[in-house]
Structures are given as C-alpha cells and as structure tokens.
C-alpha cells in the first residue's frame, strides 16, 4: 500500500517553464515532507523540505505548496532549466518514525532546450 | 567534502556468493538506513540503525542483513544473492531526536550486478 502518491510519473517542459508534480498522502500523522532530487547514478539529494505548519516554502526557483486539509503538497519549478532533467521524489515522515520516509513514486523530468 | 562515503561504488558478484557492502559518514548521525533502488523506482527501506538498536522492516527478506559497529560506519550484507537482487543500494544518515524529523543525507550508492 502506498502512503504518498505521486504524479505525474513523467512530464515535458520547456526551458523556462514551469514544471509541478502533485503528491497526496493519508496519514494525518505525517509532519515532515521533502522533495528530493536523483540524477542517473547518484543518490537523491533533498531539494525543499516543509513541515505542516506553513502552506507554502520558496527557495530559490522551487517551492512547495502545502494544503493540510486536503492532505496534499505539491512542487513547483520556476524557470525550468535542462540542469533540472532528473527523477523527483516527494516523501513524507512521522516524528515517531525515527525519520523513515515513505517515497511516492518518481517523476521523470525532462527539460528541453 | 564528502559526507557519505559508500564503497565500492560498483560490486560484481556471482549468484548465490556473499557481498558486503559498506556505508561510512562524516556527519555523526544517530540513525542510518539502507534502501534498495531498482530501476525507475523509488528506493525501498530495507532497515535502520537508530544508534545501535536494529530495526527491520516487515518486508526485507532475512536474507539482507546489517551491522553497525560504531557510529561511523554500517554494512549491508547479502548473505545469498540473486538475479533479483541487482540493484542500487543506497545508505543514508539522519540526526533524527524524538518529535522531530530532520534531513536524511544519501550516500552516492552501490550498484550492484548479480551474474
């Protein structure tokens, strides 16, 4: 059973537009919620990560909107560049779970020039 | 300035030979995981060291076993592998306090073939 779904699996964009992948989760537990970055053959990197308490974090060209109520979150990537073609993934974690994230399931980004 | 450190970033092995691979970090975390990753999927928890306490998850067959000596460093054992464990295996740290979740940082991984 998935804890967080993720969508779209892949998605097109062209340079300088904006790339938004969608996570939903169900566990009204989850407090903690990153985005991590995995190019081909190196372990994900954290992103932008956001705790419930705020709806929406900026850092830079990505930010990540957060709709407690509808127990969704999603990333937005301004300006897209082909530096940014690689595999996202959302997460989420409970603060009695010694960290451990559940993945949703990736999605394929690719930028054309 | 490399945080996580795992070697041997490629292993070779033959069906059914056992393989260690190890995962080092610089960071002085509390918990490390190990995940497996195949190929355009999500990296799976295999387990977790939350300092020396060992947590498993339900899932991970017995034939994946961990050790963590001291703080530094974690193994991952495959005791028999098979053609369906080639993967990426990746380890990851975290200072993780009761309440509050924080960063987990990955290593670069091991890939792993199984001929």
């Known amino acids: 059973q998935q804890?967080?779904?993720?969508?779209?699996q892949s998605?097109?964009?062209q340079k300088g537009g904006i790339s938004i992948i969608n996570c939903a989760y169900e566990n009204t537990a989850f407090d903690y919620f990153p985005w991590?970055?995995?190019?081909?053959?190196?372990?994900p990197a954290l992103l932008i990560a956001i705790r419930p308490d705020v709806s929406e974090k900026k850092e830079g060209r990505f930010t990540i909107s957060f709709n407690k109520s509808?127990?969704?979150?999603?990333?937005?990537?301004?300006?897209?560049?082909?530096?940014?073609?690689a595999t996202y993934f959302c997460a989420?974690?409970?603060?009695?779970?010694?960290?451990?994230l559940q993945f949703g399931a990736g999605t394929q980004v690719v930028v054309t020039p | 300035d490399a945080m996580v450190i795992q070697n041997p970033r490629y292993q070779v092995t033959q069906f059914g030979k056992p393989v260690t691979l190890s995962c080092s970090q610089t960071l002085n975390h509390n918990v490390m995981y190990w995940y497996q990753q195949k190929s355009s999927q999500a990296p799976k928890l295999l387990f977790h060291y939350y300092d020396k306490d060992f947590n498993n998850e339900a899932d991970t067959p017995d034939n994946f076993q961990s050790r963590r000596p001291n703080t530094s460093f974690c193994f991952l054992d495959i005791r028999s592998p098979g053609l369906g464990d080639a993967a990426m295996y990746l380890c990851a740290t975290s200072s993780y306090t009761s309440g509050r979740n924080n960063?987990?940082?990955?290593?670069?991984?091991?890939?792993?073939?199984?001929?």
């Open chain 1, 11 to 13: 998605l097109i964009v």
């Open chain 1, 92 to 100: 989420a974690s409970r603060a009695d779970s010694w960290g451990k």
């Open chain 1, 70 to 85: 509808a127990k969704q979150f999603s990333l937005h990537i301004m300006d897209s560049q082909p530096g940014d073609s």
């Open chain 1, 36 to 43: 991590y970055q995995q190019f081909p053959g190196k372990g």
């Open chain 1, 3 to 8: 804890q967080v779904k993720q969508s779209p």
């Open chain 2, 103 to 115: 960063e987990q940082f990955f290593g670069p991984g091991t890939r792993l073939t199984v001929l």
